[in-house]
C-alpha cells in the first residue's frame, strides 16, 4: 500500500513539473508602467514575439504604441496615464484606413517611440521553438502622438 501510495506521489510530482514548465512559456506578459518624463512621455515595459530579435524588438515598438492609443496602461506604478488617447469603443476598426498604414513595419508609429531609456541588459530574451519573446524598454512620445492625431482629426482637441 506504501508503495503505491509512493507512485502515485511520484507520478503527481512528475506531471506537476512537466506542465509547469510548459505553460510558463505561454504566459502573457502586460505592458507596465516604469516611469512618465516631464515632457509627458512614458517609459515603459513592452513583451513581444518575433522570428529573431529585430522582429520581435519592431513588433515591441508596435505594442507600446498601440497600448498607449487603445488600451491604456495599467500595470506598473501608477504615474503613467491609465487611460487611452482613443476612448471610442472600436476606434481601431473605425479608423483601420489611418491606422493600418501607420502600423506597418517601419511605419509612423517609429515617429512616436524612443529607445532612450534602454540599457545594457534591459532587455530580457525566452526562447521558444520557432519564436523569442523580447521584454523592452520603450518611451512614447504621448504627447507627440495626441498632436498628431488632433492634427489628423482623429480625436477632438
Known sequence: ???????YAILLICIMS?????TGAYYNYETECLGI???GSQTLRVWANG????DALEQGRKNAVYEVLFTGVKK????CESKPLLIEVNAREKYQYYFNPFFKDKG????????EDSRV???KREKRREQVKFGVTV???REELKNKLIEDKIIKP
Open 1 to 7: 500500500m506504501k508503495r503505491v501510495i509512493l507512485f
Open 37 to 39: 518624463e516631464h515632457d
Open 18 to 22: 512537466v506542465y509547469s514548465q510548459s
Open 139 to 141: 518611451r512614447v512620445l
Open 76 to 79: 506598473g506604478n501608477g504615474g
Open 121 to 123: 541588459g534591459t532587455k
Open 51 to 54: 522570428r529573431n530579435r529585430s
Open 108 to 115: 509612423e508609429y517609429l515617429k512616436y517611440v524612443s529607445m
